[in-house]
């Protein structure tokens, strides 16, 4: 249920005349969205190297035993 | 998580040098350079992420001959193999920066050249490795071989370059480098954590190609 809240509230967002986010974002010739979008991608690239660590971690744990 | 901690320091500082690298100000007048200065934060990493990992490669092939354990032969040549990523990485990013700024995607130049001849030499290594069917005799073959090629990768990627009479890559031949231009010391701001950062995160993926490699050799052996 509470993945519906979230994504209501996502959904919402745009309908929000103004939001302190907005004027971060239009503002600088919309420079923010450029780094909001390279953030996400190496946040998402660092989230799959840290889940391939543990996974190794794993393997390396399965062979001692 | 046993020792994370610098995974996430990686993290956090690749993240500030994007953020920072875009908003902060950066002497943005340079002739062609402009705004795409900020690219040091990013291009010029790479190379010294490839350098300080083939030193681990190269470290890797000492401790082998010294000690022939071959978990250093599984260091060497992941490192050499994550080594190689970045070298492409940086290959790419500089050619497409030439693009926009000198005009062409690849010119005759000491440093460009030097660049290319040393990401081949490892490439050569691969070669090696790949037609030696024995384990140990792949080790030790390809551990001398390393050690004349980080030697060899040094001259070419700095020393050559700098000793060249004339080039349009900064720091090599008649041009100056980054820390001239760098009056108001905004680009060390974020010039030197950025480095951090991408060295830390290159030894991040060179050590789980390690483990997967050692995972793999041990499983063999059994």
Redesign the interface.
């Known amino acids: 249920m509470r993945i519906f809240s979230i994504l209501g509230l996502l959904i919402s967002v745009p309908l929000l005349a103004q939001t302190p986010m907005d004027d971060l974002f239009y503002s600088s010739g919309k420079i923010y969205v450029v780094v909001a979008i390279m953030s996400i991608i190496f946040i998402a690239i660092a989230l799959y190297l840290f889940r391939l660590d543990s996974k190794i971690k794993k393997l390396e744990k399965e062979q001692e035993e | ?2 020792k994370m901690w610098w ?1 996430i320091l990686a ?1 956090v500082f ?2 500030y040098a ?2 920072g690298g ?2 902060l100000p950066a002497p943005d007048d340079l002739g062609i350079i402009q705004k795409s200065i900020r690219n040091l934060h990013f291009h010029v990493p790479m190379w010294f992420t490839m350098i300080i990992l083939l030193l681990v490669s190269y470290i890797g092939g000492i401790r082998l001959l010294a000690t022939n354990n071959l978990k250093f032969d599984s260091m060497a040549s992941s490192f050499v193999k994550a080594a190689i990523l970045f070298g492409l990485i940086g290959l790419a990013t500089g050619s497409f920066w030439a693009r926009f700024t000198w005009g062409t995607w690849w010119v005759e130049d000491a440093k460009l050249n030097g660049a290319a001849i040393g990401i081949m030499i490892y490439l050569a290594y691969y070669i090696l490795r790949s037609s030696i069917e024995d384990d140990v005799k792949r080790s030790k073959f390809t551990a001398v071989y390393n050690l004349f090629a980080f030697p060899i990768f040094i001259v070419l990627i700095i020393i050559y370059p700098r000793m060249a009479e004339t080039s349009l890559h900064p720091a090599s031949g008649d041009t100056v480098g980054f820390s001239e231009l760098d009056l108001d010391n905004n680009l060390r701001k974020v010039f030197y954590i950025a480095v951090l950062g991408w060295i830390l995160l290159g030894l ?2 060179a050590t ?1 190609k390690y ?2 490699t050692e ?1 793999k050799r ?2 063999e052996d059994i």
Do not use: A, N
């Open positions: 998580m046993r995974k993290v690749i993240l994007i953020v875009l908003l991040w993926i789980l483990r997967l995972i041990i499983d």
